[in-house]
C-alpha cells in the first residue's frame, strides 16, 4: 500500500498554510485523495501500534473518544503510519483497529514516509488538523499530558477537540500548533 504525494513541497507545514493534497490506498485496497474530502474537517493521526504512548492513549480510551465524538461531527479521521518499525501488513492493521475500537474514516500505511515527511510528522502520535478549506488549523500533541499515566491521560486537556470545536464554531483555533511528544517516527528508505 504504497503512499503518493501529489505535493512537491518536503518541508514541514506551520499551521495557516494549506495542507499539500495526497493520494494513498486504504487498507482494503481503495484509492483516496485528501481532497477528496475538501469541506469536511480532517484529523491526521500519526500511529505506530508498538509505541508506548499510541498505547497509553489507546488503553486509556481518550483517542478512542477523541475518534468518536469527531466521528458524531462528521469529522474525517486518517490514521496514518509512516514508522518502518511497528509497521503491521494489511490484515494485522485492520486487526489491531478492531481491536483498539479505533474509530476511523481510513488507516493509511505510508511505507515510504512521504506523507510523514510532506507533513512533518515527528512522533506517534502526531495530530494535524486540517480546517474545511483545506488550511492547516492544528498540529502537534493530542493533549497537554506528555509524562502522564494512563490514568492521567482521560482528563487531559485535548488539543485535537478543542481545534475541532473551534473550526466547527467558525473560531480560529485558540492553539495552532504544541510540540508533538511520543515515540520518534522510525522514517524508512
Same mark, same amino acid.
Given at each position: 500500500?504504497?503512499?503518493?504525494?501529489?505535493?512537491?513541497?518536503?518541508?514541514?507545514?506551520?499551521?495557516?498554510?494549506?495542507?499539500?493534497?495526497?493520494?494513498?490506498?486504504?487498507?482494503?485496497?481503495?484509492?483516496?485523495?485528501?481532497?477528496?474530502?475538501?469541506?469536511?474537517? #480532517?484529523?491526521? @493521526? =500519526?500511529?505506530?501500534?508498538?509505541?508506548?504512548? $499510541? %498505547?497509553?492513549?489507546?488503553?486509556? %480510551? *481518550?483517542?478512542?473518544?477523541?475518534?468518536?465524538?469527531?466521528?458524531?461531527? /462528521?469529522? &474525517? =479521521?486518517?490514521? #496514518?503510519?509512516? *514508522?518502518?518499525?511497528?509497521?503491521?501488513?494489511?490484515?494485522?492493521?485492520?486487526? =489491531?483497529?478492531?481491536?483498539?475500537?479505533?474509530?476511523?474514516?481510513?488507516?493509511?500505511?505510508? @511505507?515510504?514516509?512521504? #506523507?510523514?515527511?510532506?507533513? /512533518?510528522? @515527528?512522533?506517534?502520535?502526531?495530530?494535524? $488538523?486540517?480546517?474545511?478549506?483545506?488550511?492547516?488549523?492544528?498540529? %502537534?500533541? #493530542?493533549?497537554?499530558?506528555?509524562?502522564?499515566?494512563?490514568?492521567?491521560?482521560?482528563?487531559?486537556?485535548?488539543? &485535537?477537540?478543542?481545534?475541532?470545536?473551534?473550526? @466547527?464554531?467558525?473560531?480560529?483555533?485558540?492553539?495552532?500548533?504544541?510540540?508533538?511528544?511520543?515515540? %520518534? &517516527?522510525?522514517?524508512?528508505?
Amino acid at each position: 500500500m504504497l503512499a503518493t504525494c501529489l505535493a512537491t513541497n518536503a518541508l514541514a507545514l506551520d499551521s495557516g498554510q494549506l495542507a499539500p493534497d495526497f493520494s494513498f490506498k486504504d487498507l482494503t485496497g481503495q484509492s483516496h485523495k485528501l481532497s477528496d474530502y475538501r469541506g469536511k474537517i #480532517i484529523v491526521l @493521526e =500519526w500511529l505506530n501500534p508498538t509505541c508506548p504512548v $499510541v %498505547g497509553r492513549h489507546y488503553r486509556s %480510551g *481518550s483517542m478512542q473518544a477523541t475518534q468518536s465524538a469527531a466521528a458524531t461531527d /462528521g469529522v &474525517v =479521521w486518517l490514521q #496514518i503510519n509512516s *514508522s518502518s518499525m511497528g509497521d503491521l501488513d494489511p490484515a494485522k492493521s485492520l486487526e =489491531w483497529q478492531k481491536k483498539q475500537n479505533a474509530t476511523a474514516t481510513a488507516y493509511v500505511r505510508d @511505507e515510504s514516509g512521504a #506523507i510523514g515527511r510532506l507533513f /512533518g510528522a @515527528e512522533t506517534t502520535p502526531h495530530v494535524f $488538523v486540517i480546517a474545511q478549506d483545506g488550511i492547516l488549523a492544528y498540529q %502537534g500533541a #493530542i493533549d497537554d499530558q506528555p509524562n502522564a499515566s494512563q490514568q492521567n491521560t482521560a482528563a487531559a486537556h485535548n488539543y &485535537v477537540r478543542a481545534a475541532i470545536k473551534a473550526l @466547527e464554531a467558525g473560531k480560529p483555533v485558540e492553539t495552532p500548533k504544541t510540540q508533538s511528544y511520543g515515540c %520518534g &517516527v522510525k522514517y524508512g528508505g
